[in-house]
C-alpha cells in the first residue's frame, strides 16, 4: 500500500480539494436520511432526491411507513433499482422503528444493522451524517478510490474500511468518506478516469503503474 508520507500528502489533498463536501442526499429527519439511503442502493442520489422530494411531502415520519404496506409504497419508488425489495425493508423497518425504539431511529451501528435492509454502509452513513457519530462508510466510489490510491487493499468494504479507519483520525471518518466519494464521481471515474488533470497523480500508484505500461 502507499507509504506513510505519501499517505498523508493524498489525505491533506483530498481535504482540501473536496474541503465542503458533504451528502447529497436531501433529508430532514435521520429516519428520512435511513429512507434515502436505503434506496439509494444501485441508484444515484439525484434520481433518489427526486423521489424523496415528493415522498417525504406525504409520508414523513416512521409512523406514515409503518402505517403502509409495501404495494402501496412501491409506485412512489419505482424509478430505483430494487424498488420491491426497498419497499419491503423500507416498511419492515419503519414498523420495528415504532414497535420497538417508540418511534425514534436508534442511534448504534449493532441497533441500525438490525433493521431490515440496513448494512454496514448505511448504518455508517446515518451514524455520521444524521447524528454526527464517527463512521466511515465504504460504497462502490470509496472502495474503488482507496484501492487505486493505494490506501488499502483489502478484498470488501469491511476491509477497506479496516484500513482506512486506522489511517485517518476518527474525527475526520465522515468527511473523508465524502472526499473519496467526490473525488470519485469527479475525476477517478470507473471508466476513463481523468488522471491527466487529477491532483492526486503525483502520488497515485495506479497513475504510476498505467504510465509505466505505456
Not at 478484498?155 to 476518527?170: F, G, Q, R, W, Y
Amino acid at each position: 500500500m502507499t507509504k506513510k508520507d505519501d499517505t498523508s500528502i493524498i489525505l491533506g489533498i483530498l481535504k482540501n480539494t473536496y474541503k465542503d463536501a458533504k451528502t447529497a442526499l436531501r433529508f430532514s429527519s435521520p429516519f428520512q436520511l435511513l429512507v434515502a439511503t436505503i434506496l439509494s442502493a444501485q441508484t444515484t442520489d439525484n434520481q433518489v432526491n427526486k423521489i424523496t422530494d415528493i415522498l417525504f411531502q406525504i409520508f414523513s415520519e416512521p409512523q406514515d411507513f409503518a402505517s403502509l404496506t409495501p404495494e402501496e409504497l412501491e409506485p412512489f419508488i419505482q424509478s430505483c433499482g430494487l424498488y420491491k425489495n426497498k419497499a419491503k425493508n423500507i416498511v419492515k423497518a419503519a414498523l420495528l422503528i415504532v414497535e420497538k425504539y417508540d418511534g425514534v431511529l436508534p442511534q448504534t451501528r449493532e441497533e441500525l444493522m438490525k433493521l431490515p435492509g440496513v448494512g454496514r454502509k448505511t448504518a455508517n452513513v446515518v451514524l455520521n451524517n444524521a447524528f454526527g457519530i464517527p463512521a466511515l462508510a465504504v460504497d462502490t466510489h470509496v472502495f474503488r478510490v482507496a484501492h487505486r490510491l493505494g490506501l488499502s487493499n483489502g478484498k470488501n468494504a469491511d476491509e477497506t474500511e479496516s484500513h482506512l479507519v486506522k489511517i485517518i483520525p476518527p474525527k475526520e471518518w465522515g468527511a473523508a468518506h465524502h472526499w473519496l466519494i467526490w473525488h470519485g464521481r469527479k475525476i477517478c471515474t470507473a471508466k476513463n478516469p481523468k488522471c491527466p488533470g487529477c491532483p492526486l497523480n503525483n502520488y497515485c500508484p495506479t497513475f504510476f503503474q498505467e504510465r509505466r505500461n505505456k
